[in-house]
């Protein structure tokens, strides 16, 4: 290889680590840990930023089922402190706002006998890993 070949070869490659790093750490991004707030029956995080958490138990989410016709979300949180919420609701408003979950964040609140009252979805660019 002659030596203009090699230079070459070398500012090409260090021009794409170049181009691809930046890429890579372009933006904001968001890291909101899990939080779930009993007294008021509601729960919020994103769901990057819980599973980037330091901790194995930490999670939220919201399942989506479907039995004898009837379609169902589930929406549960844990927080790091190990407090638990889960509410559910078989309203086709909360189905249709729980399919947007993806790499969201995600913040639910429930009544007294644990039904979904609330369930918003944030879909956004700092939300992506």
């Known amino acids: 290889m002659t030596p203009s070949v090699g230079k070459r070869i070398f500012f090409w490659t260090a021009a794409a680590l170049l181009v691809s790093s930046s890429a890579v750490q372009a933006g904001w991004t968001a890291y909101w840990l899990t939080q779930v707030d009993l007294n008021n029956r509601r729960a919020w995080g994103s769901l990057y930023g819980t599973r980037m958490s330091d901790d194995n138990v930490q999670h ?70």
């Open 60 to 129: 939220i989410g919201c399942t989506l089922s479907l039995a004898s016709g009837v379609a169902k979300v589930t929406c549960t949180a844990v927080d790091a402190g190990s407090e638990q919420l889960s509410c559910s609701s078989v309203d086709p408003k909360f189905v249709e706002v729980a399919q947007r979950v993806a790499h969201s964040y995600v913040i639910f609140q429930c009544n007294e006998a644990y039904e979904l009252t609330r369930l918003a979805v944030r879909n956004s660019s700092h939300l992506i890993p």
